[in-house]
């Protein structure tokens, strides 16, 4: 069973820094790519910054210069530092997993994290 654990969120003024954590466990044979999404009410998920399984990052514009993805391979964990928050960075954050199961190879699956909220205030 694999799970997605995310953890860091929490309130800041704007102006201010968080950084949100994602641990991956379980019994995984490869990553594919990983990433963070966000959701705020009444919008649609939309990923907010990616990595794949060689290390490239990509963001989605409006984070761009403020927001910073990494992977520590050996702790199959995952990172958001988050800077110069405004307060429509306001969202409920996701962790998310696309990766190959021991046992299971070629077929690829999704996991998805709980979900942490982040919250900016003006």
């Known amino acids: 069973q694999v799970q997605l654990v995310e953890s860091g969120g929490g309130w800041v003024q704007a102006g201010g820094s968080l950084r949100l954590s994602c641990v991956v466990s379980?019994?995984?044979?490869?990553?594919?790519?990983m990433g963070w999404y966000r959701q705020a009410p009444g919008k649609q998920r939309e990923l907010v910054a990616g990595?794949?399984?060689?290390?490239?990052?990509n963001y989605v514009d409006s984070v761009k210069g403020r927001f910073f993805m990494s992977r520590d391979n050996a702790e199959n964990t995952i990172y958001l530092q988050m800077n110069s928050l405004k307060p429509e960075d306001t969202a409920v954050y996701y962790c998310?997993?696309?990766?190959?199961?021991?046992?299971?190879?070629?077929?690829?699956?999704?996991?998805w994290g709980q979900g942490t909220q982040v919250t900016v205030s003006s």
């Open positions: 990595i794949t399984s060689g290390g490239s990052t």
């Open positions: 379980g019994s995984i044979f490869r990553f594919n790519a």
């Open positions: 998310h997993a696309a990766l190959v199961v021991l046992g299971s190879y070629p077929s690829l699956r999704n996991y």
